[in-house]
């Protein structure tokens, strides 16, 4: 069955930078993108990022550009997100996403894991 294992989080100063890590399994990785999104408590999820199936097309909220870099290794099922220059409002609980196909957009998913937990915070 698909699993999705997110790694990295934890307690990071503004300004600092932390790297989460999604782990996958039970489907063919390579053959679909894959997706970040977020949620702060009382709030809705925000699509963070997204990267097509071969590592292009690199998708970021507006919230986070410039800021966050979204990467992938097929040859370790692995999907990685770094976050630099972290803010107070990048505190969240950080969730990687299955998409449909190839090249699905933030959104398109149809699997998610447990998600990470982020504080920025001095």
């Known amino acids: 069955q698909v699993r999705l294992v997110e790694s990295g989080g934890g307690l990071a100063q503004p300004g600092g930078s932390l790297r989460l890590s999604c782990a996958a399994s039970?489907?063919?990785?390579?053959?679909?993108?894959m997706s970040w999104a977020r949620q702060a408590p009382g709030k809705g999820v925000e699509w963070v990022s997204n990267i097509y199936s071969d590592g292009s097309g690199p998708w970021y909220a507006d919230s986070v550009k410039g800021r966050f870099t979204i990467s992938r290794d097929n040859a370790r099922n692995t999907v990685y997100l770094q976050m630099n220059s972290l803010k107070p409002e990048d505190t969240a609980r950080y969730y990687c996403y299955k998409g449909k196909n190839y090249y699905s957009e933030p959104g398109e998913v149809d699997y998610w894991g447990q998600g990470t937990q982020v504080t920025v915070s001095s």
């Open positions: 039970g489907f063919t990785f390579r053959n679909f993108a």
